[in-house]
Every structure is written in structure tokens, then in C-alpha cells.
């Protein structure tokens, strides 16, 4: 009798181990996946990368921005051009003060959570777009301002992050537009 309930009492050892492996909260998986952070609104960014930092991006578009302008040989008449560009280009200050509070959105039920959501997509796309078309307009009217040869750079320096099949990167060998040779 006693070889019967053995194997039972494993398989259900088992069972519970496995149901206590998959009940585990979603900040516990390894560092760089998705709810390693928190909840996936918290750490935006890629997996591996860790959380967004504010101060790295910028410092990323600055050196960006100065090589782009070294590459394009601006004369001081397009100074005032390329001021205006750059600004246009920068992200909003208040990216924090536009996230919603998802601990409150969190105690609504859930058909008033679901519209909230709906409602926050909304708004956010609406608000990307309107930044991307002052961007647009901001780089067309930068672009205008440009003669052929500096356009011709500026075309293959922004290029670049339109990679294969339409995905973002480019060339992963560091030979980048502008590292190539004219």
C-alpha cells in the first residue's frame, strides 16, 4: 500500500512546486525582462537596457547632434536654422507630470479602468503626433534652409535609423553614415 501513495505524494510535491514557480510576483524574473523592473510602465525601455535614463539620452542626441552639424558644414548663416532644428528636436520636460497614476487607475473596476486606459491611448497618441509634426515641420523647414551637398549628408546621416525591412538601428558594424566616406 505504501508504493501507491508514493508516487502520488511526488507528483503532487511537484505540482505545487511548479504552481509556486509560476504564481511568483512579476518583478521576480531576471534583470532585463519584461516586469523586471516593477510593472512594464515603470522600466520602459529595451530588455537588457535597464530603465530609461534621461540624462544618458541626452548626452546620446548631443554628441549625435554635433556630429551631424560637423558632418554638414553649416556656415554661420544657418546657424539660426539649425538652432531652431535642435530645439525642436529636444523631448518635453514633463514626460513625469504626463504619467497617469496607475495606483488609482488600478482601484477602479474594471470596465471604468479599461475606459480610462482607452482614454490615456488616446491622448498619448494624440500627443505623439502633434510632437511629430512639429518635428516634420521643424526638419522640413531646417532641410530647406540646407544647400544639395548639405542635404545629400543630412539624408544619409537620418537615414540610418531606418534599418532593414522598415527596423530601427541601421548597420551594427559601426560604419555608420557618418563614418562613411563621401
Known amino acids: 500500500m505504501k508504493s501507491v501513495f508514493k508516487p502520488l ?3 503532487a510535491a511537484l505540482a505545487t512546486a511548479g504552481f509556486a514557480a509560476f504564481s511568483q510576483t512579476p518583478g521576480a524574473g531576471p534583470a532585463g525582462m519584461m ?3 516593477g510593472p512594464m510602465h515603470e522600466g520602459m525601455g529595451h530588455p537588457g537596457m535597464g530603465p530609461m ?3 544618458r539620452m541626452q548626452a546620446r542626441m548631443e554628441r549625435r547632434q554635433a556630429a551631424l552639424k560637423t558632418a554638414l558644414k553649416l ?4 546657424d539660426g536654422a539649425w538652432s531652431a532644428f535642435t530645439a525642436a528636436m529636444k523631448p518635453p520636460v514633463d514626460l513625469k507630470a504626463k504619467r497617469p497614476d ?3 487607475i488600478a482601484k477602479l473596476p474594471t470596465p471604468e479602468r479599461i475606459d480610462r486606459m482607452k482614454a490615456l491611448h488616446s491622448q498619448h497618441a494624440a500627443d505623439m503626433t502633434a510632437a511629430m509634426d512639429k518635428r516634420g515641420e521643424a526638419t522640413k523647414v531646417f532641410y530647406a534652409a540646407l544647400t544639395p551637398e548639405q542635404q545629400k549628408v543630412f539624408d544619409t546621416a ?3 535609423h531606418h534599418g532593414p525591412a522598415g527596423t530601427m538601428g541601421g548597420p551594427r ?3 555608420g553614415p557618418m563614418q562613411a566616406k563621401p
Open 9 to 11: 505524494l511526488l507528483a
Open 35 to 37: 516586469g523586471a523592473g
Open 53 to 55: 535614463n534621461p540624462a
Open 75 to 78: 556656415t554661420p548663416s544657418q
Open 102 to 104: 496607475f495606483a488609482e
Open 158 to 160: 537620418t537615414a540610418r
Open 173 to 175: 558594424d559601426g560604419k
